[in-house]
């Protein structure tokens, strides 16, 4: 990688962090207090998210067409995402350490904490938890085979990749045989 996009790529680590302690500021600012055991709001702010939350009866008898029709479909994915988190943890547990890579923290990934929303009923609450649960397990899966990219392949692709893993940007540029090969072992020690 040349000097130029290392200095950028330092500067947007250095704004991630900026960014990560104003978010840290505007939780405050909702009264959020972190403890042990998760999430926990005041009192007052409790009060305040009950006046918005939906009776559970009148939210079921009371269902929008389209979310009736769209919820098995979704929920239909369940089965696939339970798979693929089993599978993909299997190779993630046997894999990683055969080959010196550093494990993947799954609680970073798999957050389940909208229960501690007041203004929720008890099926929001599920369909969160399912939400958080599909979307926690895919970013999950992500880092591990982003992981295994930086192992056995870290060279980028020929065009521009949307959404590409944080690691691609260190991976070496497409058609540079000598820096593949000058850098593969360095890139493989996972220093981030």
Known sequence: MNEKIS????????????LEAELD???DRLHRRQGNQGSHFDRETLIRQRQFKINLFSYVLLPRPRHVLTAPFIYALLFPLLLLDLLGSLYHVVCFP?????????SDYLVFDRHHLAYL????MVN??????????LAYMTEI???TEQYWCPIKHARR????????????EFGDAESFRRDLE????FKD
């Open 7 to 18: 200095e950028i790529v330092e500067r947007m680590k250095a704004l991630e962090l900026e």
């Open 25 to 27: 500021k505007a939780y």
């Open 98 to 106: 055969l080959l010196g890579i550093p494990k993947v923290r799954r």
């Open 121 to 124: 009923n008890l099926l929001e």
């Open 128 to 137: 969160c938890a399912y939400c958080s649960y599909g979307n926690g397990l």
């Open 145 to 147: 085979v982003a992981r």
């Open 161 to 172: 990749v949307l959404a590409a893993h944080d690691r691609y940007k260190n991976f070496t």
């Open 186 to 189: 360095r890139i493989r020690q």
